[in-house]
């Protein structure tokens, strides 16, 4: 639990700078470049004339990793990325809003909505989370979905519709606010700092904004299952180091040198400690989660986390697109669960 921030945090890279991606986009291969997606970068670099190199012939392993990160950096199995740090999501929740009503955090659906009604008072919302049209709104039904056994490719599986009618039966019995249909991920963050929300679905990286929020007393908790036995099963975040086929050999082996180096013990802990991220490798996520508790839930979440591109690769973008399109159209009303999820699967 954290009350205050008190130690300082590493300045972060202004929005949209990305010097990793100029010489791409100049078209000049570059050394080493670091990308959302190794494995879909694999299929986009293919198809631009250039590709990326296995890893393992630099000598670069991922042996301690969890699966889901080796998994999100592999192509027609071989590893073409590694991702030193990653996130997901989890429940953060208002400690003091959460003792004055007698509450214990969630674990499971049915303990959510009790919870985020008790909760609900006045202008203050039990829950809120991202339902919008863009691909956050996707990012953060992902784990309801998934923990729950729904995959994107057959949306209206009766898993996938369960998900989306609890979400839905949130925003409908007014424990969650109409609003989450606009609000972005930084807008759930604003409004659990400003106290309109008691707990809140997001990600490791507000972590320094609530750290630094005064008298803010929180703490997180993995996102509950519809049952106790499920795992939660959230969408992994995070950037992969590869490197580029530049058709020089002594620049390849010394951007295989680089990116091992890069992504090696000392500098995952690093990398995690400035940022609010979980290392790739357990053991030092571990050492990560006893120096800083509150991302235990996460380094708990990566252990059973998917890259998001696992099943459908390349027409992810596409399944995505589906999703939070179903997911708009059951928050606003325009259409039950299963009504809208049919139509956005026929799209």
Request: aromatic letters at 6%; proline letters at 6%; hydrophobic letters at 40%.
């Amino acid at each position: 639990m954290r009350r205050r921030g008190r130690r300082e945090r590493h300045a972060q890279p202004r929005r949209g700078q990305r010097p990793d991606r100029l010489g791409a986009a100049a078209g000049v291969v570059p050394d080493a470049a670091r990308r959302p997606d190794a494995r879909q970068s694999r299929c986009t670099a293919d198809r631009r004339g250039w590709g990326t190199l296995p890893l393992t012939d630099y000598g670069i392993s991922t042996d301690g990793y969890a699966d889901g990160v080796v998994q999100a950096g592999t192509y027609e199995d071989d590893l073409y990325g590694v991702v030193p740090v990653v996130n997901s999501l989890a429940l953060f929740y208002n400690q003091d809003l959460l003792d004055a009503a007698g509450v214990t955090p969630p674990t499971t659906w049915d303990e959510l909505e009790s919870a985020a009604a008790s909760l609900t008072d006045g202008d203050t919302y039990g829950v809120a989370f991202s339902g919008t049209n863009t691909f956050e709104g996707t990012w953060q039904f992902l784990p309801f979905m998934w923990s729950n056994g729904g995959h994107e490719d057959d949306l209206t599986a009766p898993e996938t519709v369960e998900a989306l009618d609890l979400v839905t039966r949130l925003v409908d019995d007014g424990s969650a606010s109409q609003s989450v249909v606009t609000w972005s991920q930084n807008d759930v963050n604003d409004q659990f700092i400003a106290g309109k929300a008691a707990m809140m679905v997001n990600g490791p990286w507000n972590l320094p904004s609530l750290d630094a929020a005064e008298g803010l007393s929180f703490d997180v908790v993995t996102i509950p299952t519809r049952t106790a036995e499920q795992d939660p099963v959230a969408p992994l975040g995070g950037e992969a180091f590869t490197v580029p086929n530049t058709g020089d050999a002594d620049r390849m082996a010394a951007a295989g040198e680089f990116v091992d180096c890069i992504v090696g013990d000392d500098h995952q802990l690093t990398m995690a400690t400035g940022r609010g991220a979980v290392p790739s490798r357990t053991e030092v996520a571990d050492q990560a989660a006893a120096d800083e508790p509150l991302i235990a839930a996460f380094v708990d979440t990566v252990q059973t986390a998917r890259a998001r591109t696992a099943l459908l690769g390349t027409q992810w973008p596409d399944a995505a697109t589906r999703i939070y399109t179903a997911e708009q159209l059951a928050l606003t009303g325009e259409a039950s669960p299963s009504e809208a999820l049919a139509q956005a699967q026929d799209q």
